[in-house]
């Protein structure tokens, strides 16, 4: 890198591609992604952000999706506790990275902060970035990962959105790129993962369940769960949900979760609730296989009423939104807000509903069609100007 420079030209950049992985939900949706690239034999590397660092977080996913080690691993980020000082040590680390290996095409996902880091750091430097699962909207503005979507969404050129709603978002909200209908690579990654779960995983064994005989929960959104009230409220309709359905749920714990929990002085309250049995947040394996076997999911995460309507299990969304409004359309999840009453009539409609939809945000071929715009990046040629404006017929 020639000293004091602070951006390139898109011929000093290389022809490689940066994928960019940081958070539990990142690294199983780049999965399927990073073994396309691999697969077709692109050039490309992984930086991994750092963002989250536990075991079942991180490292054991890595293992359960069959995926190399990044490439490259930014430091003390873990130690970082706010949204700025996390994002900062994110956006310095990667642009570090960036500047040193000149990757023509920056590839982030969804809505943490890690992606929301990298792409800045990539859009200063002049590099392609490009967006997968672009477009999603829970319409609530308290989110940090909402205004990480919007701003992620407006600073990229390629915009792979999943569903019709994402497309509709993009366009209505006039984002400069290219926007392109590629479905979601989750639907990839649970389709690589399904029959790999039902015979590496031994959590049915492991706790004694049936299939259909129990429910799971999972909440870590930090508008739910960093209120000790709101907490509380959720925790106690996903119990009485689940005791009054005959479906005691699993809830696993995420380590945000689990320290709120502490801090509140309500460990000992929560492993009393009737209906809940609290258990470590678990491998990705041992998460697909409970949930593609269980009645009834309770969540406020985004990806797991994804990965509920792939399986065919019904959702309840314990919170005011869905990021995936499609999957309430067609009656495979239910929102409910914090409302014990209305958790608990969600789950009694859930479980008496059919169990069958088709899954509106793709077919399992997602990262191949991003894998092909992406090569077009790398064999056109690099002097072109900046990637046009969308419109509609670009879709
Ligand atoms: C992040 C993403 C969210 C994603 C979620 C999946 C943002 C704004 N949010 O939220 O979109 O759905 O990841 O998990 O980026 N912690 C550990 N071990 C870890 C990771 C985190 O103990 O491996 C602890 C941290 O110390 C912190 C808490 O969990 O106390 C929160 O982690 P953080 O990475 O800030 O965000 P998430 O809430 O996990």
């Not at 000992?268 to 009737?274: A, H, I, P, R, Y």
Request: charged letters at 25%; hydrophobic letters at 40%.
């Amino acid at each position: 890198m020639t000293s004091g420079r602070k951006t390139f030209q898109r011929s000093e950049l290389t022809k490689e591609i940066c994928v960019v992985v940081g958070t539990r939900p990142g690294i199983v949706m780049m999965a399927p992604l990073i073994h396309e690239l691999g697969r077709r034999q692109v050039p490309h590397f992984v930086v991994h952000t750092g963002q989250h660092y536990s075991p079942a977080m991180d490292a054991d996913l890595f293992e359960d999706l069959g995926l190399p080690q990044a490439d490259y691993r930014l430091e003390g980020v873990a130690e970082r506790r706010t949204h700025g000082g996390q994002t900062a040590g994110m956006l310095e680390g990667s642009e570090k990275v960036f500047m040193e290996r000149r990757p023509r095409v920056v590839v982030v996902n969804g809505d943490a902060n890690t992606n929301l880091a990298a792409a800045l750091a990539a859009r200063k430097l002049h590099m392609i970035v490009a967006h997968t699962e672009a477009g999603v909207r829970s319409g609530d503005w308290r989110m940090p990962e909402e205004h990480n979507r919007v701003i992620m969404d407006h600073i990229s050129d390629l915009l792979f959105a999943s569903d019709t709603p994402s497309v509709r978002a993009l366009e209505q909200e006039r984002v400069r790129g290219e926007i392109h209908r590629s479905g979601n690579t989750i639907v990839d990654a649970s389709v690589m993962s399904v029959a790999k779960a039902e015979t590496g995983s031994s959590i049915l064994e492991r706790l004694g369940l049936e299939p259909g005989n129990y429910s799971i929960g999972t909440l870590h959104r930090e508008e739910t769960v960093d209120v000790p009230e709101y907490l509380q409220t959720a925790l106690t309709g996903i119990a009485e949900a689940a005791d009054n359905i005959g479906r005691p749920a699993i809830f696993f714990l995420h380590p945000r979760t689990y320290a709120r929990l502490k801090e509140f002085g309500l460990l000992s309250w929560v492993k009393n609730l009737n209906g809940l049995v609290i258990h470590p947040a678990v491998s990705y394996l041992d998460f697909q296989r409970a949930l593609s076997n269980a009645a009834v999911v309770f969540t406020d995460s985004g990806g797991v009423q994804q990965e509920a309507c792939i399986h065919k299990v019904p959702c309840v969304t314990v919170k005011d939104s869905s990021e995936w409004p499609e999957t309430i359309d067609i009656s495979a999840n239910r929102v409910t807000g914090l409302d014990v009453r209305a958790i608990v009539e969600a789950a009694n409609e859930a479980i008496e509903g059919a169990r069958e939809w088709p899954i509106p945000f793709g077919d399992g071929a997602a990262s191949a069609r991003i894998v092909d715009v992406l090569e077009r990046c790398l064999i056109e040629d690099p002097s072109l100007a900046p990637l046009p404006v969308v419109t509609a017929d670009r879709v």
